[in-house]
């Protein structure tokens, strides 16, 4: 389109010849000039028009940019030299919180965190310098509104000004927080956790290791990160059972399915560790490639708490069995030593055969304290604790002993005859005696040797007291027993008194023997110590503290009167032979016996006539009603009728459950005359 003034010269260079050529009066000339005027006349309104269009075309142009300009989602500024904002556009006003007619004129500094004020100016100082983009992440605070972080991208102008461009970027920045959160809660976590964590990618190189793992290695994650895992891994210095490393890996990448193997390796204490490793397969990983997440934990605690169970399902299998039998069994020894004691009673004094009676009756009481130790270490009966004498403790535990022990072993004895009395049950000293030198045995069983058992009492003093641990000064009973076995290292001596630590071949010990002595000698407030070098025996010796006031021991209950009386007693017994045992004692004691061995018969015999009897001796374990249930009835009848409960063994009722009922003493079988005697007595009276 060509300019108006063009034209003009263009019409005046053709319409010349004419004036040379024409009269510009004359009609010819004025027609021709006149259609030239009128040709260029229609150019210049096309050539107008043509303009017009133009311009309104750019008008709708810049009508667009502004459009695009303003309401961008993107803050568009514009700053003059010295940084104050000379233009900006609607979404820059919003993000600074000011009206865009006023925003005009303002320090952008204004809007700026003072704290990052300095970054923007470095960011300025680097565009001078470069002359090139240049972009920062600030925090900015705009009027009346929440603070925001905002990525700033910065370039120059004309005259020095600037362009810039303005974009809120808070969700990013919480989104990046809370990501950098979550790796650390992650990192935190990983590096708690006891079992050791690696990742392995598919060329088996270390992706992610965790403490325990880097632990284990003995290196830093730096030198462990992008090595091959067998050029670090601490578990592959024993054999394995089952797939080799690299198989357990490669089938956990091409099945995709976890693998699970057991090892051996040595820690870095240099101790053998039992180690389990399981691999699992995660298809996406790092950058993509597939990779196996470990996860190796040290079994060797398991294990042994593992056979710690078996050793304990074993004892409570003992105790079952001990308790099925002990009934029984205690039945069968309340009649051995029941008759045993009459037939004593009917031999003359002086006689060879009442001497061998009194070895069986002896016997009988033997196998009685074996039951009570069984069902004590099985932890079915409770220990009642009463002033013991060791010395005849140790006496009878070693009479037991010699039976047993080889002639290659020689037994000394050095016991304080007027070592006084401890407060313990019979039955647990006999366990501490019976153990400890039973482990003595078992110390010299190949080689032969002696065994010597020393008893005295000690006083010891502060200074003493500080060198044996948990004792306070005071009088002690010690008892000793050395001998002279292979004797022990000083690791292995760390360990005799936990629980099923043993150094002895399988079928040869249960590890159970100290750990009991030590319980029972803690129980009873002494200490235990041993003394021990390998291949010169091993000395164990044990405080425990003699009662401060001398508490006569009771005599032999046979230098006992029994007593007597004439009331009449209700006896009841499944077993007909104690029935008959119990009549026969009681009658030479004065009194009248009626006996049943049907609880519901004497049930029915009492209902008849209550007051009829003055007491009611019953066994607990019966057919049809139980030693409770007939004394629950016959306390129905007769609230005040005296009861006596006897037992060989039961886990229905104990001595406080049968007092609850109303009955007035709870024996455990087998009785001795004795007891028995003082028992009725005692109720009746």
């Not at 196996?292 to 398991?302: H, L, S």
């Not at 039973?438 to 009492?457: C, D, H, P, W, Y």
């Not at 009873?524 to 010169?536: E, F, N, Q, T």
Request: proline residues 5%.
């Amino acid at each position: 389109m060509k300019d108006p003034s063009e034209l003009r010269k263009s019409a005046e260079e053709k319409l010349a010849p004419l004036r040379e050529n024409l009269d510009p009066l004359s009609p010819e000339g004025m027609r021709r000039a006149l259609h030239e005027l009128q040709v260029h006349q229609i150019e210049l309104e096309m050539q107008n028009e043509e303009l017009r269009r133009t311009q309104a075309e750019l008008e709708a142009s810049r009508a667009d940019y502004y459009d695009l300009y303003d309401l961008a989602p993107v803050g568009y500024c514009t700053l003059c030299e010295q940084g104050l904002i000379r233009k900006a556009n609607l979404a820059a006003a919003a993000l600074l919180g000011v009206n865009r007619d006023l925003l005009v004129k303002q320090p952008l500094t204004h809007f700026i965190f003072k704290e990052d004020q300095d970054l923007y100016y470095r960011l300025r100082q680097q565009l001078d310098d470069q002359g090139e983009l240049q972009i920062c992440e600030l925090r900015m605070a705009p009027d009346g509104g929440e603070p925001f972080w905002a990525n700033l991208r910065i370039t120059p102008a004309q005259n020095g000004a600037y362009k810039l461009t303005l974009c809120n970027i808070s969700e990013r920045k919480r989104a990046e927080v809370a990501l950098q959160d979550s790796e650390r809660f992650m990192d935190n976590i990983l590096a708690n956790i006891d079992e050791a964590i690696v990742v392995i990618d598919g060329n088996h190189r270390i992706q992610l290791a965790n403490r325990a793992y880097c632990e284990q290695a003995g290196k830093s994650p730096a030198n462990i990160i992008g090595r091959h895992y067998q050029e670090i891994s601490p578990y592959d210095n024993l054999p394995r059972q089952g797939l080799d490393h690299t198989g357990q890996l490669n089938t956990t990448f091409a099945s995709g399915a976890p693998t699970f193997s057991t090892h051996t390796h040595i820690d870095a204490q240099g101790k053998t560790r039992q180690v389990e490793t399981r691999s699992y397969a995660m298809k996406e990983g790092l950058g993509g490639v597939p990779f196996v997440i470990e996860v190796i934990t040290d079994i060797t605690d398991r294990i042994a708490i593992e056979a710690q169970l078996r050793q304990a399902q074993k004892l409570e299998a003992i105790g079952t069995l001990a308790g099925g039998i002990a009934h029984d069994f205690n039945n069968i020894l309340s009649a051995i030593i029941g008759y045993g004691e009459i037939v004593m009673e009917e031999l003359p004094p002086g006689s060879s055969l009442r001497e061998e009676q009194a070895y069986v009756i002896m016997a009988g009481k033997r196998a009685r304290d074996l039951v009570k130790q069984i069902l004590t270490f099985s932890r079915r009966t409770e220990q009642q604790l009463e002033p013991q004498l060791l010395q005849s403790i140790v006496g009878e535990t070693l009479t037991l002993l010699r039976a047993s022990l080889p002639s290659t072993i020689a037994i000394k004895e050095m016991i304080d005859v007027n070592c006084g009395p401890v407060l313990a049950g019979s039955i647990q000293i006999h366990q501490v005696v019976m153990n400890l030198c039973t482990n003595a045995f078992q110390a010299m069983r190949e080689t032969g040797g002696g065994l010597t058992i020393t008893l005295k009492s000690v006083n010891l003093a502060e200074a003493q007291v500080t060198n044996s641990g948990s004792l306070t000064p005071g009088r002690y009973a010690v008892l000793e027993v050395a001998d002279t076995g292979d004797g022990m290292s000083k690791a292995v001596q760390e360990r005799i008194f936990e629980p099923f630590f043993t150094t002895k071949e399988q079928g040869h010990g249960t590890g159970l023997g100290l750990a009991v002595v030590h319980g029972i000698v803690i129980e009873l407030g002494g200490a235990i110590s041993v003394a021990s070098a390998p291949d010169r025996g091993t000395t164990i010796t044990v405080y425990l503290p003699l009662l401060e006031n001398e508490v006569p021991v009771e005599p032999s209950i046979q230098n006992k009167e029994l007593p007597r009386g004439t009331e009449s007693v209700l006896v009841v017994d499944d077993q007909e032979i104690i029935v008959l045992m119990h009549r026969h004692i009681l009658e030479n004691l004065g009194y009248r016996v009626e006996a049943f061995t049907d609880s519901e018969h004497a049930l029915q015999a009492f209902r008849e006539n209550p007051d009829r009897f003055d007491l009611l001796l019953t066994d607990m374990t019966m057919p049809n009603l139980t030693g409770a249930e007939l004394a629950v009835e016959v306390l129905r009848l007769r609230p005040s009728m005296p009861i006596i409960i006897c037992t060989g063994y039961s886990e229905l009722i104990d001595e406080g459950m049968a007092k609850a009922l109303g009955v007035r003493e709870f024996l455990q079988k087998p009785l001795e005359k004795i007891e028995l005697a003082q028992a009725v007595r005692k109720v009746l009276d």
